[in-house]
């Protein structure tokens, strides 16, 4: 490496991660500041950069609205309620694949695959027709089960990889110590997959939380919608309300980007472990 | 587990298959069996050879630009710089934020009139005049295609670094010490090395992106008839939006859908493979 490009790296690799950045958070920083200005400035033309007006109103308008308290209930009852099952079906899962190899690594990649292949999008038809069959178009619960199954094969998969990079040793001893299966799995094992668990627990939640497809097919009542769905309703060919719509979609992404910085060590690891080793 | 997978995803499977091969009335009753004529009315639809051309060149340009940027992106990302925390954390945000949410963004920064997306360009003296990006044909599927590569590359540049992680450091030390310059030590070694990861990803992200709805069905809006769509919005349309509303036709559209993305990741797969056992 030569001697100006050593003196120059610490300047022009901040320089370049700033550009990234900036590239990257762009059209989120103008969602931001059109939540912050009327709704009627985000129709003028020519638009300006920053507010003309700067205000808090739309933020005050969205959470006193109550179509939009029901869509924020109904999209944390069911990323929560979906997680929870995946949660709960997929260590056991992960546990048993890990340990006892019978279907193998190589099924499992294929079970991941087939489940994305036949993305809910591709499916969405069939699903309205066996839960309208069921009587339970517009039920949480249809939703919840969608979720659930859509998100299951990819928390399997990163579990998995942590499971397996345990030595079996550790659970020998376990047993010898008077540990139960499920003693040796909730005291010795878990904690140590912690971190393959809330990879997993992070990404199944996100996945739900922003949901589109099938929630815009079942849902068709309006108390009953996701944020994703319901949101849209802010701006339609009568209404123009870009601020509460921008506003709702903030509400909607700073939890999950907080989420997600604060797993973000963790991401590399649970991806590594789980998928590309 | 299998029940829950059963239910949700091979159930309506084979109702969906079942369904292609139905009549419906307008309200989606069942009135009979069609035989094969859904299949027959999908492959003579007059917008079939646009939708299929739009969904090629949608998956392959938005898959391509992503594992491209996202190479060189997850190497920069595993260097070690002041402020890469942060740079990391904002990278994440496009994916963190629904696709709905951020093609709805979209469709305000596009605007022809409204947007801001023109205002900067003109400023910066890129462009003179306004580009109508959503309503201009030549420029609709570009200005789709940036979005999707936008929500597609924070997942991407995340599984080439965990990849780039699993590498051992001493793998490059060994390049290093028999005198790989930096070019070549990244040909011959560590590209080599994240194979595994480049395939995950490039699988993966050629099923999302085949599949991926919001985007289209949202910035595609303002359009009539099907002259954006691909495979997936055509589907739905026939379902659920057109005036000429069939499930049973959509359902079949449904099970072609299945079976492109099939043939298209096998290929894939073939493709990657044959060149693995080429002796270079």
Same mark, same amino acid.
């Given at each position: 490496?030569?001697?100006?490009?050593?003196?120059?790296?610490?300047?022009?690799?901040?320089?370049?991660?700033?550009?990234?950045?900036?590239?990257?958070?762009?059209?989120?920083?103008?969602?931001?500041?059109?939540?912050?200005?009327?709704?009627?400035?985000?129709?003028?033309?020519?638009?300006?950069?920053?507010?003309?007006?700067?205000?808090?109103?739309?933020?005050?308008?969205?959470?006193?609205?109550?179509?939009?308290?029901?869509?924020?209930?109904?999209?944390?009852?069911?990323?929560?309620?979906?997680?929870?099952?995946?949660?709960?079906?997929?260590?056991?899962?992960?546990?048993?694949?890990?340990?006892?190899?019978?279907?193998?690594?190589?099924?499992?990649?294929?079970?991941?695959?087939?489940?994305?292949?036949?993305?809910?999008?591709?499916?969405?038809?069939?699903?309205?027709?066996?839960?309208?069959?069921?009587?339970?178009?517009?039920?949480?619960?249809?939703?919840?089960?969608?979720?659930?199954?859509?998100?299951?094969?990819?928390?399997?998969?990163?579990?998995?990889?942590?499971?397996?990079?345990?030595?079996?040793?550790?659970?020998?001893?376990?047993?010898?110590?008077?540990?139960?299966?499920?003693?040796?799995?909730?005291?010795?094992?878990?904690?140590?997959?912690?971190?393959?668990?809330?990879?997993?627990?992070?990404?199944?939640?996100?996945?739900?939380?922003?949901?589109?497809?099938?929630?815009?097919?079942?849902?068709?009542?309006?108390?009953?919608?996701?944020?994703?769905?319901?949101?849209?309703?802010?701006?339609?060919?009568?209404?123009?309300?870009?601020?509460?719509?921008?506003?709702?979609?903030?509400?909607?992404?700073?939890?999950?980007?907080?989420?997600?910085?604060?797993?973000?060590?963790?991401?590399?690891?649970?991806?590594?472990?789980?998928?590309?080793? | 587990?299998?029940?829950?997978?059963?239910?949700?995803?091979?159930?309506?499977?084979?109702?969906?298959?079942?369904?292609?091969?139905?009549?419906?009335?307008?309200?989606?009753?069942?009135?009979?069996?069609?035989?094969?004529?859904?299949?027959?009315? /999908?492959?003579?639809?007059?917008?079939?050879?646009?939708?299929?051309? !739009?969904?090629?060149?949608?998956?392959?340009?938005?898959?391509?630009?992503?594992?491209?940027?996202?190479?060189?992106?997850?190497?920069?990302?595993?260097?070690?710089?002041?402020?890469?925390?942060?740079?990391?954390?904002?990278?994440? /945000?496009?994916?963190?934020?629904?696709?709905?949410?951020?093609?709805?963004?979209?469709?305000?920064?596009?605007?022809?009139?409204?947007?801001?997306? !023109?205002?900067?360009?003109?400023?910066?003296?890129?462009?003179?005049?306004?580009?109508?990006?959503?309503?201009?044909?030549?420029?609709?599927?570009?200005?789709?295609?940036?979005?999707?590569?936008?929500?597609? /590359?924070?997942?991407?540049?995340?599984?080439?670094?965990?990849?780039? !992680?699993?590498?051992?450091?001493?793998?490059?030390?060994?390049?290093?010490?028999?005198?790989?310059?930096?070019?070549?030590?990244?040909?011959? /070694?560590?590209?080599?090395?994240?194979?595994?990861?480049?395939?995950?990803?490039?699988?993966?992200?050629?099923?999302?992106?085949?599949?991926?709805?919001?985007?289209?069905?949202?910035? !595609?809006?303002?359009?009539?008839?099907?002259?954006?769509?691909?495979?997936?919005?055509?589907?739905?349309?026939?379902?659920?939006?057109?005036?000429?509303?069939?499930?049973?036709?959509?359902?079949?559209?449904?099970?072609?859908?299945?079976?492109?993305?099939?043939?298209?990741?096998?290929?894939?797969?073939?493709?990657?493979?044959?060149?693995?056992?080429?002796?270079?």
């Amino acid at each position: 490496m030569s001697l100006t490009w050593r003196r120059l790296r610490p300047v022009v690799l901040p320089l370049v991660g700033l550009l990234v950045a900036i590239v990257f958070l762009a059209p989120y920083f103008v969602m931001l500041l059109d939540s912050l200005r009327p709704g009627s400035e985000a129709l003028a033309s020519p638009p300006t950069f920053l507010p003309q007006n700067w205000q808090l109103d739309a933020y005050g308008e969205i959470l006193g609205d109550s179509r939009f308290r029901n869509w924020l209930k109904t999209s944390l009852l069911v990323s929560l309620a979906s997680t929870v099952i995946v949660i709960l079906v997929a260590i056991p899962a992960a546990y048993f694949t890990a340990r006892f190899k019978f279907p193998g690594r190589t099924a499992f990649l294929f079970l991941v695959l087939v489940t994305q292949m036949f993305a809910p999008t591709s499916l969405v038809v069939g699903i309205y027709r066996e839960f309208f069959e069921l009587s339970m178009v517009n039920t949480y619960g249809a939703l919840i089960l969608t979720n659930a199954a859509f998100n299951l094969a990819f928390a399997v998969w990163i579990m998995h990889g942590f499971f397996a990079a345990l030595p079996k040793e550790l659970e020998e001893a376990s047993e010898l110590d008077g540990n139960g299966r499920v003693g040796t799995m909730l005291r010795i094992m878990l904690p140590l997959t912690l971190p393959g668990v809330v990879t997993a627990t992070i990404f199944t939640f996100i996945a739900v939380w922003n949901e589109y497809v099938v929630a815009l097919t079942l849902m068709q009542d309006d108390d009953k919608k996701p944020l994703t769905v319901g949101i849209s309703s802010y701006v339609t060919g009568y209404d123009q309300n870009w601020d509460q719509l921008f506003a709702a979609s903030i509400v909607a992404i700073v939890p999950v980007v907080i989420l997600f910085a604060v797993i973000e060590k963790h991401l590399v690891g649970g991806l590594t472990a789980g998928s590309v080793k | 587990m299998l029940a829950l997978i059963f239910g949700v995803v091979i159930y309506p499977a084979i109702e969906l298959v079942r369904a292609s091969t139905g009549e419906y009335s307008i309200t989606g009753l069942r009135r009979g069996s069609a035989g094969t004529e859904n299949y027959t009315d /999908v492959l003579q639809h007059p917008a079939l050879g646009t939708v299929l051309l !739009n969904t090629l060149i949608w998956v392959s340009a938005v898959v391509a630009i992503t594992i491209l940027l996202s190479l060189g992106l997850a190497q920069f990302l595993s260097k070690e710089f002041f402020g890469r925390r942060m740079v990391r954390w904002a990278v994440l /945000v496009p994916w963190a934020a629904s696709l709905v949410i951020t093609a709805r963004l979209f469709t305000l920064i596009y605007d022809y009139y409204h947007g801001i997306l !023109n205002v900067f360009l003109m400023k910066l003296h890129v462009i003179d005049e306004p580009i109508d990006w959503l309503g201009d044909d030549s420029w609709t599927m570009p200005s789709m295609i940036a979005v999707g590569v936008l929500v597609s /590359v924070p997942f991407t540049a995340y599984v080439l670094l965990a990849g780039l !992680n699993a590498i051992p450091d001493e793998v490059h030390e060994a390049a290093r010490i028999d005198g790989a310059g930096p070019w070549q030590a990244y040909r011959r /070694v560590t590209f080599p090395l994240l194979r595994p990861a480049l395939l995950v990803s490039a699988v993966l992200n050629m099923i999302y992106v085949f599949n991926s709805f919001p985007i289209i069905w949202t910035l !595609n809006d303002r359009n009539p008839g099907y002259t954006h769509d691909t495979t997936i919005t055509f589907m739905y349309k026939l379902a659920f939006k057109s005036a000429d509303r069939d499930v049973g036709m959509s359902a079949a559209a449904g099970v072609f859908n299945v079976l492109l993305i099939l043939v298209a990741v096998v290929l894939y797969l073939r493709l990657v493979k044959w060149r693995e056992e080429d002796p270079t």
